[in-house]
């Protein structure tokens, strides 16, 4: 028997497959996760990419034809991806390979992640550390705050996200989240 928690509207019921608690917020679809651990999340994309990566559990993601969403949700780690108006038998199909441990990539989807993965990258100079402040940046996390959860100093954050503002060729601070929302790496 798989189990899921159901984010957003997604349509889905049938024999093998439980719907342990349904929710309409991303902190609601986290919270009903830590509660139940389902076998899989399906998450309406909408809802935010950052939701999939603070999941701690496999996620289906209904999306629209929207690049920057996929390319977050890819990043945080969804394992499969269905076009939002995807039918009932589809959901379950792909709910069952999500939890079996496949990647699943619907109808027009896969095109969309093959042309992401064949297009060059809007930030394609940084680093893992780089991309991780910017993404805490972009969350509208402040510096102190950023300093704190990375064991680094206040200074030292501030010097990186100007780093980042160069390596990105943007005017500033401002300018280089909103780069980093479009690319996905944080909700927008």
Known sequence: MTTVVLAGAC???????????????????????????????????????DVAA?????VLALTAPDDAAIAGALRAGVRGFLPTGAGPADVVRAVRNVAAGAAVFGDGV???????????????DLSPR??????????????????????????????RVS??????GTRGRAEAITLARRAGLAPV
């Open 11 to 49: 349509p889905l019921a049938t024999a093998g497959i439980t719907v342990v608690a349904t929710a309409g917020t991303g902190a609601g679809a986290i919270e009903a996760v830590r509660r139940h651990r389902p076998d899989v999340l399906v998450l309406d994309l909408a809802l935010g990419a």
């Open 110 to 124: 896969a095109d969309q992640i093959t042309r992401l993965l064949l297009s060059p990258s809007p930030l394609p």
């Open 163 to 168: 780093v980042i503002s160069v390596k990105l």
């Open 54 to 58: 603070r999941a701690g559990v496999p």
């Open 130 to 159: 780089d991309r991780e402040i910017l993404a805490l940046a972009a969350d509208g996390i402040t510096d102190a705050v950023i300093a704190r959860r990375l064991g680094i100093a206040p200074k030292t954050v501030r010097n």
